[in-house]
């Protein structure tokens, strides 16, 4: 079974050497484990990869590249310089059998801090309940990497116009079709272009034509007076429960016509 060159992605059979790797695993029965890995060396058989020589790769849920440390000791070592920090952590990770130093515990801890994001340029806004009917905010999602950008503690027009100052990258603004949110975008950043979102265009052509059968609801009531359904326009499904909805229908008409 051959390895994968990382530069140029072609798979190499050709071993050429073999070297002893050690690392360190979580400890087991009050003693400190260390694995010793065999890895192979292999020739590139790309003859324009840069890369003559290369070591094969094991998954990085085992063990990641050049690490001293295995992918699960890593990460319960992140989570000790999280919670504890650099002095505190370095002495409850010895007590662990886990000796690591109080700065690789913070350079654990920065290499798997979030790198910094691309400025939003589309966004949406809507309004969210931290407690229904008694707390609101609004939340800003990034729509074209699809997650939440900030949340704001209210829904005032002044909250929404100070966010949108800080972020003057901001290009499409997704709203609901209410004046609040649209007036604070408008005073904000007059240049943004501002569109109703699919989903307040769906509610409100759904309450639209809600609105249109409400009113149409006698000259529906008057098609539905032959009291009975033909069964052959039903499915299969509908047939086997014709009998409840004819008594429905009939109930509808008895209701109407009281």
Same mark, same amino acid.
């Given at each position: 079974?051959?390895?994968?060159?990382?530069?140029?992605?072609?798979?190499?059979?050709?071993?050429?050497?073999?070297?002893?790797?050690?690392?360190?695993?979580?400890?087991?029965?009050?003693?400190?484990?260390?694995?010793?890995?065999?890895?192979?060396?292999?020739?590139?058989?790309?003859?324009?990869?840069?890369?003559?020589?290369?070591?094969?790769?094991?998954?990085?849920?085992?063990?990641?590249?050049?690490?001293?440390?295995?992918?699960?000791?890593?990460?319960?070592?992140?989570? &000790?310089?999280?919670? &504890?920090?650099?002095?505190?952590?370095? %002495?409850?990770?010895?007590?662990?059998?886990?000796?690591?130093? @109080?700065?690789?515990?913070?350079?654990?801890?920065?290499?798997?801090?979030? @790198?910094?994001?691309?400025?939003?340029?589309?966004?949406?806004?809507?309004?969210?309940?931290?407690?229904? %009917?008694?707390?609101?905010?609004?939340?800003?999602?990034?729509?074209?990497?699809?997650?939440?950008?900030?949340?704001?503690?209210?829904?005032?027009?002044?909250?929404?116009?100070?966010? &949108?100052?800080?972020?003057?990258?901001?290009?499409?603004?997704?709203?609901?079709?209410?004046?609040?949110?649209?007036?604070?975008?408008?005073?904000?950043?007059?240049?943004?272009?501002?569109?109703?979102?699919?989903?307040? &265009?769906?509610?409100?052509?759904?309450?639209?034509?809600?609105?249109?059968?409400?009113?149409?609801?006698?000259?529906?009531?008057?098609?539905?007076?032959?009291?009975?359904?033909?069964?052959?326009?039903?499915?299969?499904?509908?047939?086997? %429960?014709?009998?409840?909805?004819?008594?429905?229908?009939?109930?509808?008409?008895?209701?109407?016509?009281?």
């Amino acid at each position: 079974m051959g390895s994968i060159c990382p530069d140029c992605g072609m798979q190499s059979r050709q071993v050429h050497s073999r070297y002893e790797r050690s690392v360190s695993d979580l400890p087991a029965h009050g003693r400190r484990v260390r694995i010793k890995l065999t890895v192979r060396r292999f020739r590139s058989s790309n003859a324009c990869c840069p890369r003559v020589i290369f070591a094969e790769r094991f998954w990085d849920e085992i063990v990641a590249p050049y690490a001293r440390r295995t992918a699960r000791l890593q990460t319960i070592v992140h989570h &000790l310089g999280l919670a &504890l920090g650099g002095r505190p952590g370095q %002495g409850l990770a010895r007590r662990l059998l886990m000796p690591v130093s @109080k700065d690789t515990l913070l350079r654990v801890v920065r290499a798997r801090a979030p @790198k910094a994001k691309p400025a939003s340029r589309v966004i949406g806004i809507d309004d969210w309940a931290g407690k229904r %009917g008694h707390r609101y905010g609004t939340v800003v999602c990034d729509l074209e990497r699809r997650q939440i950008v900030d949340l704001l503690p209210d829904r005032e027009a002044a909250t929404v116009e100070a966010w &949108l100052a800080d972020h003057p990258a901001v290009e499409i603004v997704s709203r609901d079709r209410g004046g609040g949110y649209g007036q604070a975008v408008a005073r904000a950043a007059p240049v943004v272009v501002q569109v109703a979102d699919r989903w307040h &265009l769906m509610e409100n052509a759904s309450r639209a034509f809600l609105d249109v059968v409400r009113r149409s609801m006698t000259p529906i009531r008057q098609a539905l007076g032959a009291r009975t359904i033909d069964p052959e326009l039903l499915t299969s499904a509908e047939r086997a %429960g014709s009998g409840n909805l004819n008594r429905g229908v009939e109930w509808i008409i008895r209701a109407t016509s009281a």
